[in-house]
């Protein structure tokens, strides 16, 4: 089981705070629980779902704790062109994303190399290349099973 699919207790995720040397707040526990519990979430999700948690927390307040946590590397910034920007707490590894083109839902990819950066650039241009994004693009299961039906029904 990857770590993002784990509930994790209060007390782990305090011992996760803890151990990036980040003070143990309420802002900060909900959003990284939330985050965990709905992998590629959005902001505008995240903070309803804080704010049933908590009551009445500021969007200032959610965006400086997210900026805190991806800058402590416990969570993950992504966002897909055309996307607003999501988090996730799969970190540590070097997966990539599948995007759907028709309802922008998005899966984890691990690579297929495993080693980062799986891909190496033509011309590095002296740059110290660290990481390498990729994501893919195409129809999910869904979206996919509705198009064929719809195909089906206009052709019949």
Do not use: F
């Not at 062109?81 to 996730?88: C, I, N, P, T």
């Not at 190399?113 to 590095?124: I, M």
């Amino acid at each position: 089981m990857n770590k993002a699919a784990e509930v994790s207790t209060t007390a782990e995720l305090e011992q996760e705070l803890r151990s990036v040397e980040l003070r143990v707040t309420r802002p900060r526990l909900s959003v990284l629980a939330a985050v965990r519990e709905r992998p590629h979430v959005d902001t505008d999700t995240l903070i309803d779902v804080v704010r049933g948690s908590l009551g009445a927390v500021s969007h200032q307040t959610i965006y400086d704790v997210l900026r805190t946590l991806t800058a402590a590397g416990l969570l993950r910034r992504i966002q897909p062109s055309g996307s607003v920007a999501r988090y996730e707490s799969r970190v540590g590894d070097n997966h990539h994303h599948v995007v759907c083109r028709s309802c922008g839902e998005i899966a984890d990819v691990d690579c297929a190399t495993g080693a980062a950066p799986c891909l190496h650039a033509s011309n590095d241009h002296g740059y110290a290349i660290d990481e390498a994004e990729v994501i893919y693009w195409g129809t999910c299961p869904s979206c996919s099973a509705a198009l064929d039906s719809t195909e089906l029904s206009t052709n019949i």
